[in-house]
């Protein structure tokens, strides 16, 4: 079963997507501004919603993508 990163259903503005090293699936990552070389899986599958310091997550924290225009 594929599971969907957890920073694309809370649509965090600073969500990039996913990345590949080489174009296949096997190095797949799934990237945001706070973490370019791949979001830590406690928040990118798990509880964490990253409002809070997390270890090199260069100060950038979630914030909601802006509804108004």
Do not use: W
Not at 26 to 46: H, L, M, N, Q, W
């Amino acid at each position: 079963m594929i599971t969907i990163p957890q920073c694309r259903i809370r649509t965090c503005k600073y969500f990039i997507g996913v990345s590949h090293l080489d174009g296949t699936e096997i190095t797949e990552r799934v990237v945001c501004a706070a973490f370019p070389d791949g979001i830590p899986k406690d928040i990118s599958y798990g509880e964490n919603d990253h409002r809070k310091p997390f270890p090199g997550d260069h100060g950038i924290r979630y914030e909601p993508v802006s509804e108004t225009p």
